[in-house]
């Protein structure tokens, strides 16, 4: 049998492309929104959501996607085509709850995150695909789930709503020389 280590050279080897994939503490974070993008997954169409951690810490700044499936949205299509999420998928419910949208639920973005500082739960892919443990250094984070919105404002009651006439002062001390009359 051959030594394994005497045969491999360096010309031999594989060049690993870890591509942009992290590994942190599982947990909770704040984290902004930074941009989506639809892409072609394993199993079909997924819009890949990239959030930045904002929590003070040794992960400040550090970049972090989370996974949706879509049922349409292949990159292939044209620029600006609909993208088509299913009422019981998980980025709907998701951006449903985070948001708290009643009205007009029919039009949903993740670039409605936009401006708000979330709470993000950060969890540790342990499998592959298959369902196939990963090795420790192939193991990575991504977001599993937004918690809340932290500088969330309903402003939906107060739209439609004119704002209160402040009444002119009524002077309750007459005049000098006033009433001698």
Same mark, same amino acid.
């Given at each position: ?11 031999? !080897? ?6 942009? !994939? ?19 997954? !394993? ?96 193991q990575y984070s991504l977001v599993d789930s937004l918690v809340c919105i932290l500088n969330f404002q309903d402003i939906s009651e107060t739209l439609n709503v004119l704002p209160k006439v402040i ?15």
């Amino acid at each position: 049998m051959k030594n394994l280590t005497s045969t491999n050279s360096l010309s031999d !080897s594989y060049e690993v492309d870890w591509g942009d !994939s992290v590994l942190i503490p599982e947990g909770e974070y704040e984290a902004v929104y930074v941009s989506h993008e639809n892409t072609n997954g !394993s199993f079909g169409p997924k819009v890949k959501v990239t959030f930045r951690i904002v929590s003070h810490g040794p992960f400040y700044e550090t970049l972090i996607p989370a996974w949706y499936n879509i049922q349409d949205g292949s990159p292939s299509k044209r620029k600006g085509a609909k993208v088509k999420l299913k009422r019981g998928s998980r980025l709907t419910g998701e951006l449903l709850k985070v948001l708290q949208i009643k009205q007009r639920v029919d039009r949903l973005s993740p670039s409605m995150l936009k401006g708000y500082l979330l709470t993000v739960k950060v969890r540790t892919v342990k499998t592959n695909s298959r369902q196939k443990k990963l090795t420790e250094a192939q193991q990575y984070s991504l977001v599993d789930s937004l918690v809340c919105i932290l500088n969330f404002q309903d402003i939906s009651e107060t739209l439609n709503v004119l704002p209160k006439v402040i009444p002119e002062p009524i002077p309750t001390i007459k005049p000098a020389g006033a009433g001698l009359y």
